[in-house]
């Protein structure tokens, strides 16, 4: 270690230490750990904290309920229970080492070493834990990477890949939320020569990881490299249009409006039909995220600043204020 957070409000206020401190005693130890440690470090707002102990899981059942907490079993075979605390819940997961890896189905064995256990996540930036004193631990190099802006898989990438092929998709979105510059080449090297994987994934799990990628700050950048690598190509089953991403992205900064993963999905991959179709097919959409996708494809081409007021409030009447706004956004990214 060499950081330490004093004051940290996310570490020191509400639910969490009063988690750690049920957790985090008579011979047992507990960290926050991951994504939290992360966005702590880079500045960035913590928005859920993930919790890694040495306890077993019927410990930490026992424990949390007898601290008046609700124990949820979520995951309790692979070692993880849901705490809820006044409403907010938080993932504690007993440290572990894997036995046997059957893709994501490992057999796995609980622990007490908090280095194996970081070593078998999946990102250096993600293996990050910190104790209940704002003590930071890295056992894979992560701050480092963390101070580059680097994303890199922890030990041989193709090991981490072919544990868990999602991993591809959370590389390129990890880069394009916290990355800078080009992606990790040997990162890189190791999801070109692992595609093949994508098609093992579930379609709702690879719809989760790219609808948070389109919205993640450097998403531009970072789907042109996947394009470049012919990955993008694998995910969307057809011909990205990267002009026309960047181009709504512009637009929705331009206005002030919050980023949308839908809406850029459609400027991304619809131009006619058939696209909203087979996206919907291809990732498994929801039924509203299909129907934006089918009106702006039916639509986009047609609407025109030169409707006047009147012809636009009963265009606006019909089709509701989300799939107007889908139709002006993506309109005026693609007009000369």
């Avoid at 020191?12 to 750990?33: F, I, M, N, Q």
């Amino acid at each position: 270690t060499d950081r330490k957070f004093s004051n940290a409000a996310w570490l020191t206020s509400g639910a969490l230490p009063r988690l750690l401190t049920v957790l985090d005693c008579e011979g047992e130890e507990a960290r926050a750990v991951g994504g939290a440690v992360r966005n702590a470090l880079l500045g960035v707002p913590v928005l859920e904290v993930d919790v890694a102990t040495t306890a077993v899981p019927d410990e930490v059942v026992k424990r949390v309920t007898a601290a008046g907490f609700k124990a949820v079993p979520t995951g309790i075979e692979h070692g993880t229970v849901t705490v809820v605390i006044d409403k907010h819940p938080f993932e504690v997961t007993s440290l572990r080492k894997d036995v046997e890896t059957f893709g994501r189905h490992a057999k796995v064995e609980f622990g007490r070493d908090w280095r194996a256990d970081a070593e078998r996540r999946d990102f250096t930036i993600n293996a990050l834990s910190v104790t209940r004193d704002g003590t930071v631990y890295d056992y894979a190099g992560g701050l480092d990477d963390l101070a580059d802006r680097r994303v890199r898989f922890i030990g041989d990438p193709a090991k981490r890949i072919e544990e868990d092929y999602l991993r591809i998709l959370r590389f390129f979105r990890f880069h394009a939320a916290y990355g800078a510059g080009h992606p990790d080449a040997t990162g890189l090297a190791a999801c070109i020569a692992a595609r093949k994987g994508l098609d093992q994934l579930s379609r709702e799990r690879v719809r989760i990881e790219l609808l948070k990628l389109l919205v993640a700050p450097h998403a531009t950048a970072t789907l042109a490299v996947m394009a470049h690598a012919g990955l993008l190509l694998l995910v969307l089953g057809g011909v990205p249009y990267l002009a026309d991403f960047e181009n709504v992205a512009k637009v929705e900064a331009a206005i002030g409006m919050t980023p949308d993963a839908v809406r850029r999905l459609g400027a991304l991959g619809v131009v006619i039909a058939e696209d909203a179709e087979r996206l919907w097919q291809k990732l498994r959409l929801t039924n509203n995220e299909h129907e934006r996708l089918a009106s702006m494809a039916e639509g986009w081409r047609r609407i025109s600043p030169a409707f006047g007021d009147s012809a636009a409030k009963a265009l606006l009447y019909r089709l509701n204020a989300q799939h107007f706004t889908d139709h002006a956004l993506l309109g005026w990214a693609r007009s000369p």
